[in-house]
């Protein structure tokens, strides 16, 4: 026998991953530049030319068993340093290295949270639209995942459905944002009400209510927008982070788990972070990575590429009357299906080459992703192709 719930997850693709595949297929047959595939979060902005200089430096400088071999299970130490360094003096915080353990990304991190806060019964709150890899890590870790609905017009959080999303067996509720997929940044008023809510709900049921904070995006925001800094607001907020997005390196797989002294039983929790990583198979990250990071943390990709391209697709896109939240992080844009069945409207769009990946797996059906981390100039070649598809839908366009 073999295991059936993973045997139903490795048959049950992604939907972002079967789209991907059928672009490569189509690119096969009617040639790459003539696919507009905006299914992947894969960062088309290169790494900063210092991480990618760095690397190189460390190769013909350190290539010996320092370099290559094993780190401490939670990572090197001047490493996890490097990193609180930063966050202590970009935050105001006062992390110390011991509060961090270094992870393979955010879904490890993810992972390592979940499974090292899960005991019988406990629910874990996500806000639609989410990351559809959360269900899988937390159904997977033993616990239920309740979904809660956003305001629909903003997507910010609706704290009346939080409210309801909340009881005795609440054990975390995980925010993230900037978003993916919609691009919102949660407001600080937003934050600062989720923080209180969440106190009093902890008080209520007389155990902490845990907020992780999933952060792969915390650099990619645009016009001056500030993302407020989970820990200060809340006292058990646990940071889940991600080199993959801000430093272009998705594919390097580097991240961390941030467990601030402050939060309820803090040394427990940080000793079962540490006890999952090794239940899981996680331990020490990649070196190489943490040797960069050690000389490059806090450094970003160009930020004013992705604004670039943000303003591009969305003007477009708004232009012809489809409808999206102004996205104001992340590289995604959120766009509303001009009919109710968004996998109809993908399916519809595929006739353009245009690779547009339904919500439904979201949690917010009716809806396309659009991962706008591609280049600029497929963005402006796919135009016509969106044009195209706007005038199948005029009428529920509205032109
Ligand atoms: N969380 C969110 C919201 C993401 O969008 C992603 C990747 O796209 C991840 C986590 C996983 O990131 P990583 O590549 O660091 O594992």
Known sequence: ?????????????????DL??????????VGADNVFDFSLGNPNVAAPADVNATMIELLNTKNDIYLHGYTSAQGDAA??????????SRFGTD???????????????????????????????VFTPFFP????FIETSGAKCVACATDPDTLQIDFDNLRAALNENTKAVIVNSPNNPSG?????????????????????????IYLITDEPYRELVY??????????YYRDTVVCYSYS???????????????PDEITDARDVYVAVCGAGRALGYVCAPSLMQHVLEKCTGQVSDINEYREKRDLIYNALTEMGFKCVHPDGAFYLFVKSPIENANAFSEAAKQFNLLLVPADSFGTPGYVRIAYCVATDMIRRSLPAFEKLAACYKEELGK
């Open 245 to 259: 997005k801000s430093l272009a390196l998705p594919g390097e797989r580097i991240g961390y788990v941030l467990v």
């Open 20 to 29: 991907f595949e059928f672009g490569n297929q189509r690119k096969a047959v």
């Open 79 to 88: 490493c996890r340093e490097a990193i609180v360094k930063d966050l202590n």
């Open 95 to 125: 992390f110390r290295k011991d509060n961090l353990y270094m992870t393979c990304g955010a879904a490890a991190s993810l992972k390592i949270i979940l499974t090292a806060l899960y005991t019988p019964g406990d629910e874990v709150v």
């Open 184 to 208: 919102v940044v949660y407001t600080e008023e937003n934050i600062i009400r989720l923080g209180k809510l969440l106190e009093e709900k902890s008080q209520e049921y007389g155990h902490a």
């Open 133 to 136: 890899e959360y269900r899988v």
């Open 1 to 17: 026998m073999i295991n059936e719930a993973m045997k139903n997850y490795g048959n049950n693709r992604s939907v972002i991953r």
């Open 223 to 232: 016009d001056g927008i500030e993302v407020p800094f989970v820990t200060k």
